[in-house]
């Protein structure tokens, strides 16, 4: 590569001047190469010793790793290592495999490796290896109810029994173990790489009455060292909540917060329970207002000092916002005595709501379902609302008028086309169980915060009493609208949701941009932080009514973009034994699918034969879903072979003969290197390798 001045032809007066790219500044070919991908990368260090010499530095590979991450793809790391651990030669070797994986499994899918750090440990122990995976001991004598990974070197197991436990990998043994002596179910549990310590909830029925149903959880973490001592766990706190409790999630543990879920039966709304410091004796408990449906799943989200609760119905999104600064006003003293249960103080609106539609496959007049209904026109646009406290925006807003651009048809515009409507409606098609997934993998601070979501749509055929699933997925960011989306909101999409909510009333005033609470309000500028330049509905006073805007675009974040493997299948579920004390209302089994998820990747087990063929073996199947885009024709979108690029390619995994399937008791999955992990029956835990 070259750069040559321009002359006169016939000009012999001015030299010729070549500038080789190998001679250009290393910052200059440092932002050349932010633009180059790994491949591109390989051929250049194939060029001459100068430019080999820049390529295998560390800076290349650092951006090279960070747009690895910015895609949600986890890197390869041993142990708790963390990236400023990693001297050059390691994060040249983690990039080049977590690329050679990401691209394997995205075009022709997993197949059986013998190079995974779950295989090649750094102590060179061989027990339990096969040429391909690798059996390690279940705690003996349990049954196994929960199984994770803890980087590839620990499993935490909690049983049937109550207890939980630290086994090595690598060596198939228990380093630690937590034995309550009775029943407890674990909720919850989230890694702290930086800290080296895993923090999970463990919950039991008190009291085992229906709508003043007391449980109580104990909070612990389990922590690990840099020397030889083995993890240890231990207590952090003990708390109680009354109400059926939805979920508990760990927020912060730097902070000590946590939150949960807890479903007011009486209103049918979701109560919000926090614990602001879980070393404190004090809680926050209020009714949020938000309507519980039955179609809905809930994740809860901490962002900037404010609890987010993100809700997704089958057509549109949801984030209600709560500064923690808001939460502490309500805080209640709590009591250790046994005859304590915490109480709601009061209904508390979010201080903020966003909204935002699903952007479904699109659709044309010609293959448009006969069965659309007004209510779907505007259901696939992207279309971002904010809206103020005690209005969360339920549901979709009808267009007016409106075509598939959620804008009035201008002249010479026949509004053929329509907008992209729901394939799988709710009903028929319910949630089973749906999967959020946070980045809990080492990172860096320039990789922003991603969420995903995969939902198992069920729908149950009463003639032949079995139920055929499809897969949903889709990654999502808080918030959900930046603040410079919201300015271009459209103004038919904003009436839609005021009219739904009934701002308007016959007369139109201008909407304040950006419009904070008042000094005099109960919340602060931060409070509404989220909504600078959006319509924001002040707390101070009533809402006000929206201008008519003729701002014609909308914006459309890719993660609202759903995916499908929408070929229905049948996954296979075990049936947990409900203990009478965790579940005292609830029927004696409950169906669990034997799916896992990680960012942009499902594995789960099958059967494969449908039901009218009297055949009951089974299979693993996996699926790679597209990585984070921010560009929509990238993702086919825009193109005639649309349809093809929004579908996952399910591929079937190669098992071990000595992998019985009907066996099966947990799955799970870690992408960062390429494993499956399997626990059966008989006590035995099977971890897959693939690349």
Known sequence: ?????????????????????????????????RHLELLDIYALQLTCKSLHAFAVTRPVYRNLATALLRRCRALPLHGFQRLSDLTDEQLIEAVNQATRLEKAWLTRGPRPSTNSSYLNTPDGSQKGMRKWYKVISAPPNEEVDWLSPITSSYSLCATKSGKVVCWDVHRDI????????????????????????????????????YDDRV????????????????????ELAVFKTIGVVMNVFLLDPSSRLLSAFVWVSSSNTIGLYALLDWKKNEYVFVDTGVECSLSSNWSCILYKGQIVIHSEESDVAHQYFY??????????????????????????PPITTMTANFIFPPQTRGNTPASVSEADVDGGNGHALVVGPGHPAHGNGVVPNGNANGHAPEDGDDGGSVADSNPFPYPPWYPESAHFVRQWWPTLASVPRLSCTVVLLADHEPDTHRTRYVLAQHYFKV??????EAEQISASASRAVAAKHGFLNGTSHSMENGCGASPTSSASSHDTELATDGDVVDLARPPPQPEQRSRRGTPESSMMRLWYVSEPFEVVCVLDGMDDDLDPDGSPERPRPLMAVDFGHAVWIEFAFPPELDRDEKRLRFVTFPPVTNDRDEMGYGGTEAAESLEGIVRTLEV????????????????????????????????????
């Open 656 to 691: 071990p003969d000595e992998l019985d399937l009907d066996t099966v008791e947990t799955i799970n999955i870690d992408q960062s290197q390429g494993a499956i992990i399997i626990s059966v029956r008989d006590g035995k835990i099977f971890i897959l390798c693939y690349e």
């Open 323 to 348: 500064p923690i600064s808001v939460l502490q006003r309500h805080a209640r003293p709590s009591s250790p005595l046994s005859s304590f249960v915490p109480s709601i103080s009061e209904r508390l």
């Open 174 to 209: 228990c380093l630690a173990e937590w034995d309550p002596k009775e029943r407890w179910e674990l909720w919850k549990c989230r890694v702290e790489f930086d800290i080296r310590t895993v923090f999970f909830t463990m919950a039991k029925v008190l009291q085992r009455s």
């Open 215 to 234: 449980m109580e959880f104990v909070l612990m973490k389990l922590e690990f060292f840099d020397d030889d001592r083995e993890p240890q766990f231990s």
């Open 479 to 484: 918030p959900l609208v930046e603040p410079d």
């Open 1 to 33: 590569m070259s750069a040559v001045p321009s002359s006169e032809p016939g000009d012999t007066s001015q030299d010729m001047q070549v500038i080789s790219l190998a001679t250009l500044p290393y910052d200059l070919l440092l932002n050349i190469a």
